[in-house]
């Protein structure tokens, strides 16, 4: 049993065959360029309907619902962000640049760190200064023993990243940087000292002048900050209602310098309610909260179709999967519907008014071993078309809960899990989530619109019965005069003829991107790039409709200009 089956059973209360399927022609016309858009004479042909409600918008959607994750784990820091300051390898100040590139491509808004459980066995003091420790990494136990040996960077951390250069990397990508304390091994008192080296004026204490020498007088001003991370499990092992006072003796005055922080909250694994509840029983019986938002952590791993809830035997594989894993990652994706709106009651039994928002700062789908682009980036796997698919309904599902969801961060950002790019050594490469972040990123800022999708179902065997799934599914937004909507064709294999009509305004221009492959199991190596960028596709529209097809199996970006 390793580290992570430990945890889970702690906390959490708990090889198909390859099918390369062309995907039908419909997607190689789009993956031309073609236009995908009729006439409106399609529209008695359209077996699909799509209505945007301009006029019943939904909430702003926090450009933060478009986050990343980097833990020192695997190969995430060491060789994915860090390749260090005398690197042959295009870097500013050590961070690779093509990352930091990539990052500001997509309008990155903020970025998780240090984890993740790394989070609660990090001491910031030896990441900041002249002098950096070498320490135990926390995940050194799943590494294999012969690793001790090599003491490679991921699994005996050399803390030659530390808090100067995460702000560095926010800082050059334009994102806001999230802290998750320690709440497991250290102090309050060490809390509000790295609340001090990050936020107090220029020369005012000790601390300020050692982040002067690290490279800023001025105050890093971090705002966001997380109470640790998973305390259900490898954060502490608490129990909900002594998580609560820890929270409340962590956040008890914590030096602002007049910058309101926020505080996030540990909340369940999953839809554990009982985590929710019983943390907020205590919390609401001992007077005023100070939580910003209620950090929940999802991942799809049961790919066992109800068969076990072996943390190792349930998961499926990365690469090597067929139609019934297609659909059944979809269907363990798509519960984190229903657990934002369980979460989202549960935490209005107590906080009425909703202060306090969901943070969704994990989520993605985790395969089993063997997809790592380097032996040593521990919980990498590659990344398919399968998984752009199952990003980008995430994404449209917190966009529909703009109202809810005020953070959520992808896990993780390079070499682990759902990553957004593949990097070793001089090698580097962006996986299909990428594209995925770029072209949802016009949502960032703009108002969610409740948008109604009626089509007909994905039907499929799931241990040879008759089984369905959704055909087409999405999300909307206005900024301006400028409509984004992003819609899922999660169907395998027919293309979806659709009509989309903005209710309430006319259209005066619309165009699509769009993201498939002729193969589900498409994906991106440093060798070859077997799904690349977006295909544009010109839309026909009339009046307050167009019409387009939707090829099998992919994702679709629509800006639609109101006149
Ligand atoms: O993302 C990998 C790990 O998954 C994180 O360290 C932990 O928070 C979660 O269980």
Redesign the pocket.
């Known amino acids: 049993m390793d580290r992570?089956q430990l945890?889970?059973i702690g906390g959490a209360a708990g090889v198909a065959s390859l099918l390369s399927r062309p995907i039908a022609s419909v997607a190689g016309r789009a993956m031309q360029g073609a236009p995908m858009a009729a006439s409106p004479r399609r529209s008695a042909m359209a077996d699909s309907h799509i209505e945007v409600l301009l006029d019943e918008p939904i909430a702003p959607i926090s450009p933060n619902i478009y986050g990343h994750?980097i833990?020192h784990?695997g190969g995430v820091i060491y060789d994915g962000v860090w390749v260090g300051k005398e690197s042959s390898i295009p870097n500013t100040g050590g961070i690779r640049q093509s990352l930091i590139d990539g990052l500001r491509a997509i309008h990155a808004p903020m970025i998780r760190w240090p984890?993740?459980?790394?989070?609660d066995s990090y001491d910031w003091k030896d990441g900041v200064g002249p002098s950096r420790p070498k320490r135990t990494n926390?995940w050194v136990d799943d590494f294999a023993p012969s690793r001790l040996a090599a003491a490679p960077p991921q699994v005996f951390e050399p803390n030659l990243f530390g808090t100067d250069d995460f702000v560095r990397l926010c800082k050059l990508t334009g994102a806001q940087p999230y802290i998750a304390a320690n709440v497991r091994s250290l102090s309050a008192l060490d809390l509000d000292h790295w609340v001090e080296y990050c936020n107090s004026p220029a020369r005012s204490t000790s601390l300020a002048e050692l982040r002067a020498q690290g490279g800023s007088a001025d105050p890093y001003n971090v705002k966001l900050w997380g109470i640790g991370?998973?305390s259900w499990?490898?954060?502490g092992n608490f129990t909900p209602q002594d998580y609560a006072s820890e929270f409340r003796r962590y956040t008890a005055w914590i030096p602002h310098y007049g910058l309101p922080l926020e505080y996030i909250a540990s909340g369940p694994?999953g839809d554990d309610l009982a985590w929710t509840r019983g943390f907020c029983e205590k919390m609401f019986s001992t007077g005023d909260h100070n939580i910003a938002g209620w950090s929940v952590?999802y991942?799809a791993w049961n790919l066992s179709r109800g068969k076990s809830t072996d943390w190792v035997e349930a998961k499926g594989d990365a690469l090597s999967f067929d139609i019934e894993d297609w659909y059944e990652l979809f269907r363990q994706g798509y519960q984190i519907e229903k657990i934002i709106e369980d979460q989202w009651a549960a935490l209005g039994e107590y906080d009425q008014d909703h202060s306090i928002k969901l943070v969704i700062d994990?989520y993605g789908p985790?395969y089993r071993k063997g997809t790592e682009i380097f032996p040593d980036a521990l919980?990498g796997q590659q990344v398919t078309l399968r998984d752009a698919l199952f990003t980008a309904f995430t994404l449209d599902i917190f966009n529909r809960h703009a109202d809810k969801v005020s953070m959520a961060a992808c896990?993780?950002l390079v070499n682990?899990?759902n990553a957004l790019f593949l990097a070793h050594e001089g090698n580097f490469v962006s996986t299909p989530n990428y594209h995925v972040f770029a072209m949802y990123a016009a949502h960032q800022g703009a108002q969610s619109l409740r948008t109604e999708f009626s089509s007909p179902s994905a039907h499929y065997l799931r241990d040879g019965k008759a089984a369905t799934f959704w055909g087409l599914n999405g999300s909307a937004s206005l900024k301006g005069k400028q409509v984004a909507l992003t819609v899922v064709n999660a169907d395998h294999a027919t293309p979806r003829a659709t009509e989309v009509v903005l209710r309430g305004a006319a259209v005066s221009a619309a165009s699509a991107r769009v993201l498939t492959a002729p193969d589900m199991h498409a994906h991106n190596t440093f060798t070859q790039s077997q799904i690349g960028v977006p295909v544009e596709a010109a839309v026909d529209h009339a009046g307050n409709s167009l019409h387009l097809t939707f090829p099998p199996a992919s994702v679709t970006a629509l800006t639609i200009t109101l006149n």
């Open positions: 992570r945890l889970k994750f833990e784990i984890g993740g459980c790394f989070a926390f991370n998973e499990g490898c954060g694994s952590h991942y994990e985790w919980l896990a993780q682990n899990l």
